[in-house]
């Protein structure tokens, strides 16, 4: 829903009409013209204010999974989405333009909470050999929404003056489908087994989920990384903040989080059509040519989802912010040799195109994935709460920020994600290490010589596994939570 949304705020058209709508609606109240710098203003607030949103779901998340856990926090949040829709949707016909800034919060907060919940409750779900190929699938559809947006929003469908606001009635569709299909699945089986200490709900989830009877294998997994937990409880933000055992794995998913949203793929929109004026290219036909992006987007993320399980995490991560860094500064070299040659627009375009390629190859989705496996059960829902709020934040500043770039260093406003991209891969490249086909606890482990932890010995393994009870069930495991 979210991807949608965005589309059609990026949709040339739908902006005219909706910074037309919001004059109209002016004029009627209060009887003069809307003057330029409250224009600004509310256009502004009416885009930045999705990012908001993305901060409050994600501050919100670690509680609602607390009380309704993975597949319930995703049922019950397809209620904002379907509020959204109808804000959104009759804000002109209310000649409300408050509903329409309401409407963009609340799909915000949506989609805030689907960005923790979803990739977790994936992440869970998916046995260690497909985790990667599954969790892409966040990205995938992502993907998919902002193309929908795109072909929507064109001329001859949805981008006309009398038509936009019913291109955000799609917003619907999604939750809708959701919520007719998740009922059917299981809860997750790790979080029915390790929170609510649930085996059979958690045995008949994971046959389920893996299409055979016998999931011992699974079921002795879960309970070796609840036996490796000292304490069997959700920790609190803070007190994952003060952990040392978890430092390197918070500062990669911070780090990475950041660069997903700083790494500048959302400030190519700006030069985008510019770009192709350049090139010749008339308005009326800009629309259609721009189709490109979200296609190139989509099946950069799909060819990525494909492989990610044979190259893995890492690699992908590492080649995306590199090539990034590489084609932006190709970027920037071309908008310096703009006027020199007729064919410097089009090469310009093919490097979009390609550093909207590479971000989708890794950085796109694999961030996601990460912060589910980089942490064990009892840190996951503070960790996915601290890498939203970076998220979002991030999101935030560069909508607020690149203007005031772009208007200081004109073409050169790109060599600023060059920088951010390059000491991304170099962080990644000395720190990060490969998760696929790994359990959590393996994965946890792999940082135990950068966090300073010893690793138990075989002595204290066995312990471990002799202090379980014959049915292999933690012993004193207490579920508390607290923000």
Known sequence: EAAISTSFLANHYVSVYIKEFNNKTWIERYGEPIGAETATLLWSIT????????????????LIIKVLGRKGTLLVNNIFALIAALLLTLGERAKSFEMLIIGRLVIGVDSGIALSALPMYLGEISPKHI????????????????????????????????????????????AVLQMCVLPFLPESPRYLLMERR?????????????????????LEEVHAEARAQENLHTVSVLQLLRNPAVRWQLITIIITM??????????????????????????????????????????AAIVSGLVIER???????????????????????????????TWMPYLSYVCILVVIASFCSGPGGIP???????????????????AGVVNWLS??????????????????????????????????????????????????QSFAKINKIPLPS????????LSSDTNGKVEDAKIESSL
């Open 47 to 62: 885009v930045s204010i999705f990012a908001i949103g993305g901060v409050l779901g994600a501050l919100s998340v670690s």
């Open 131 to 174: 985790r990667g190929f599954i969790g892409q699938f966040n990205s995938i559809l992502i993907c998919l929404g902002v193309f929908t947006g795109q072909v929507l929003g064109l001329p001859e469908l949805l981008g006309q003056e009398s038509r936009w606001n019913y291109l955000f009635t799609f917003l619907a569709l999604p």
């Open 198 to 218: 649930d085996e059979a709900g958690a045995e008949r989830a994971f046959q389920r989920f893996l299409g055979k009877t016998d999931v011992s294998q699974e």
């Open 258 to 299: 950041a660069c997903y949203q700083l790494c500048g793929l959302n400030a190519i929109w700006y030069y985008t059509n510019g770009i192709l004026r350049e090139a010749g290219f008339p308005d009326n036909i800009l629309p259609y040519i721009t189709l490109s992006t979200g296609i190139i987007e989509t099946l």
């Open 311 to 341: 190259i893995g995490r890492r690699p992908l991560l590492i080649f995306g912010f590199s090539a990034m860094a590489v084609f932006f500064s190709l970027l920037t070299l071309c908008l310096n040799l703009q006027d020199r040659t």
């Open 368 to 386: 996601f994935i990460l912060t589910g496996e980089l942490f064990e059960q009892s840190y996951r829902p503070a960790a996915f709460m601290i």
């Open 395 to 444: 999101n935030f500043a560069v909508g607020l920020l690149f203007p005031f770039i772009q208007e200081a260093l004109q073409s050169f406003a790109f060599l600023v994600f060059v920088v951010v991209c390059t000491l991304g891969a170099i962080y990644l490249y000395f720190v990060l290490p490969e998760t696929k086909n790994k359990t959590f606890m393996d994965i946890s």
């Open 458 to 465: 075989p002595a204290q393994e066995m312990e471990l596994v």
